[in-house]
């Protein structure tokens, strides 16, 4: 017991300690955060009239926003598989920093569900037998408990592995190699459940296509994956992680798969709506070309389109692929396409044109944007945490003292230039 | 404001109440303007769901009720909890032939519903459309406003909550707290929604509507004759719906719903589907009816008809 504590004050000690970057990075997510706040304390006394969502389009930036990054979550994790598959070295280090942002999507994605309810003071409604919880009957429901286990799940793991890996141990793989399996079909249930909350509204003919959940993980196994390249390039620059190219090619070539079953769907069910031409085509009018004069979707979405196409070629052409430049344009312009596409341009079509045919444009207001910066603040800040934590148990640089009990701090400034790197002692 | 729990050795033996409470404070400071309120938000906030409440919990609830809505508007208000009467089935008949699209039933309802007047909140909408495009909600206007209706190739259809015998909105609830009763009509339990508006996305008649802001409701207006489950004033952040004016109707056995009674052409009809004489069966009987949407398979208990 007495071990666990002094680990937990040693990761307190280590989150306050860092260079002048990291002082930097923390206290300017702390500022949005800040802003994020005051926004939401403003939307509370006002009541969500002060967002752009009304009777018609009930739904709006905030389910964009966490239906985009419920992707983003079960996307990280699923990199495990490939990382299993190729026999990728430092596979360890790939699962937790995947699980660790699945972690951090995760907080994201339950704040804003928080920030979009009318009535965040009746939460407790929700927990079954204090609230009473509509299991199995609504599919929000089913969303509550898988989201909230898949958070758990991955903390676990996360910590595990780290803590194991802090007592200079092996995880046991008895333990560690369900959990891991395990939670590989639950990153596709929290999509595969988002995507049925969506689905299942037979009043809503955009949404209810039954196209609408491999879609869903087809599209976020291109945005997690994209980040997650992203960040292996920063973190193997300045920290001591080091990540194999090849590992980030792969990760790559596989993202250009997943985009093209993204476009042969959506192109499956644009070939289905327009050719049938039924009054369900009026959505997608709407989102595509506008309808009667309304328009405001349609720059977003192809510019999109056009986004995830040339990200699609760079990626699929091994020598755009293999060079870093063009690899992070192409991540860059994924993660962009697949927000527009998986966040606004799926919810707002849904409502619009609404279900007795009127059309009203929605777009999002300050107070929206800012708690919705807030928010995307928070879940960075709490990403920055546990890496914080876990990089330096990952290199050896923080661990557990020879007397057993005490911590070793031996990195304490996280970010780094890679010259300041090679000067420093190095336990293994 | 209420008093948070003192703060000594127990702070770290707290039970889970008392958690919810210390919660409850900062968002209640935040959500709830009233600072006197005390005691009855403590007792508005751990309120069960309505189907969980026993006789004496229903009646301290309405007691906390009616005297925090007869404080505020200045007049008694009575809030009932009447149960549905045995051997009925609501069921309504809208004679298109004859809606002339004058939106006094709109109106009608907002008075007997205390819906909020800014913004305004309207149960029923009133659709003009083109007579040689039949029932094309596409190409439905909500927002026609000449001097003089009706107007020349249009012909009007007045939408509200279809009381559906096969709810989506009801489905949809992560809390059921929404529901279908006995008597047919689906009621909102204003409490204990959480203002997901999950129901809203369900319903394909747009029937349900959120409260944006707290209710701009002036006293004069207010309609004291009130249910539980119906016109009672709702709180910011809930949705709330056509109801068949509940409160008449299951009060008074037969009484008419508002916009049945205001509409000056006779369009619209209501009555008990299980009795075999009253005139909704009439209705159904001997006009052709047909249900909006029939193939989302709702089946409401609201029929269309054209009488002549
Ligand atoms: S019309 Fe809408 S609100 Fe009314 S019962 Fe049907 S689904 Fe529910
Ligand atoms: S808005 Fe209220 S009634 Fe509608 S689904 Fe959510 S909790 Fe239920």
Not at chain 1, 164 to 179: A, G, L, V
Not at chain 1, 221 to 239: D, E, H
Request: charged share 20%; glycine share 6%.
């Amino acid at each position: 017991m007495r071990k666990i504590w002094e680990f937990f004050k040693g990761t307190l000690v280590l989150v306050t300690k860092g260079s002048k970057a990291y002082y930097a990075w923390i206290v300017s997510l702390l500022v949005l955060m800040a802003i994020g706040a005051a926004a939401y304390v403003y939307q509370l006394q006002n009541g969500l009239i002060v967002t752009g969502m009304r009777d018609q389009a009930s739904w709006g930036f905030y389910i964009s926003n966490f239906t985009f990054l419920v992707g983003v979550a079960a996307a990280a994790v699923l990199l495990v598989i490939p990382a299993y598959v190729y026999k990728w070295k430092p596979i360890k280090e790939i699962a937790v920093l995947g699980e660790m942002l699945a972690v951090s999507a995760m907080v994201m994605c339950l704040l804003f569900v928080t920030v979009d309810i009318g009535r965040p003071d009746r939460f407790w409604h929700l927990i079954p037998k204090i609230g009473i919880l509509n299991f199995p009957q609504s599919l929000l429901a089913w969303d509550v408990v898988v989201l909230n286990t898949y958070l758990v799940l991955n903390l676990v793991i996360a910590v595990y592995i780290c803590y194991k890996n802090y007592n200079r141990e092996e995880p046991n793989p008895n333990f560690f190699n369900p959990m891991i399996l395990f939670s590989i079909p639950a990153a596709v249930s929290i999509h595969t459940v988002t995507a049925f909350l969506y689905n299942g509204l037979a009043a809503r003919p955009f949404w209810n296509a039954s196209i609408l959940a491999p879609r869903f993980l087809a599209s976020a196994f291109c945005s997690g994956p994209a980040f997650m390249i992203m960040l292996f390039q920063v973190i193997r620059k300045y920290t001591r992680v080091e990540i194999k190219d090849e590992a980030i090619f792969k990760v790559a070539e596989l993202i250009a798969y997943s985009m093209f079953i993204n476009l042969f769907l959506l192109g499956a069910e644009v070939f289905k709506e327009y050719y049938s031409h039924t009054i369900h085509l009026a959505p997608m009018e709407y989102l595509f070309q506008g309808l009667k004069g309304h328009s405001d979707l349609v720059p977003y979405i192809w510019t999109a389109m056009f986004f995830n196409v040339a990200a699609f070629i760079l990626f699929l052409v091994p020598q755009t692929r293999e060079n870093y430049v063009t690899l992070n344009i192409g991540c860059v312009l994924i993660f962009i396409g697949v927000y527009i596409e998986k966040g606004l341009g799926l919810v707002i079509p849904g409502l619009v044109p609404d279900v007795l045919g009127e059309i009203f444009e929605y777009s999002p207001t300050g107070t929206e944007i800012l708690v919705s910066l807030g928010i995307w603040a928070t879940g960075l800040f709490v990403y920055t945490l546990l890496l914080r934590v876990a990089v330096p148990i990952l290199t050896g640089e923080f661990y557990v003292g020879d007397d057993g009990v005490k911590p070793v701090i031996v990195d304490t400034e996280f970010i780094r230039k890679a010259d300041a790197l090679a000067a420093q002692s190095y336990r293994d | 404001m209420p008093k948070p729990g003192s703060r000594d050795g127990q702070a770290f033996r707290m039970s889970r109440r008392k958690m919810m409470k210390g919660v409850a404070a900062v968002l209640g400071a935040l959500v709830l303007p009233e600072k006197d309120a005390s005691a009855s938000v403590w007792e508005a906030f751990f309120q069960k769901n309505f189907r969980e409440l026993s006789r004496p919990e229903l009646e301290k609830v309405i007691a906390r009720l009616e005297k925090e809505y007869s404080g505020r508007f200045g007049k008694a208000v009575k809030v009932r909890a009447t149960p549905p009467i045995e051997g009925v089935l609501y069921g309504y008949g809208l004679d298109l032939s004859r809606c002339i699209g004058c939106r006094r039933c709109a109106y009608g309802c907002i008075q007997e519903n205390n819906q909020s007047r800014d913004p305004q909140i309207q149960w029923i909408q009133v659709l003009q459309l083109n007579k040689e495009r039949g029932v094309d909600l596409e190409e439905a206007e909500l927002y026609y406003n000449p001097a003089k209706v009706p107007e020349k190739g249009h012909f009007y259809m007045p939408v509200q909550c279809q009381q559906c015998e096969r709810p989506p909105c009801v489905k949809v609830c992560p809390v059921q707290a929404t529901w279908k009763e006995r008597d047919g009509i689906t009621v909102v339990d204003y409490n204990w929604c959480i203002g997901c508006r999950y129901c809203m996305a369900a319903c394909p008649y747009g029937a349900r509507h959120f409260n944006w802001k707290k209710a701009g409701l002036p006293a004069a207006e207010m309609n004291p004759e009130t249910h539980y489950l119906g016109n009672r004033p709702r709180p910011v952040g809930v949705v709330e719906k056509c109801t068949f004016c509940i409160q008449r109707v299951r009060n008074t056995p037969g009484r008419y719903t508002a916009c049945v009674e205001v509409c000056p052409v006779g369009a619209r009809k209501f009555g008990n589907l299980l009795d075999p004489e009253s005139e909704i069966r009439y209705v159904i009987e001997n006009k052709r009816v047909f249900i909006l949407k029939e193939d989302l398979n709702t089946r409401p208990k609201f029929y269309y008809f054209y009488a002549t």
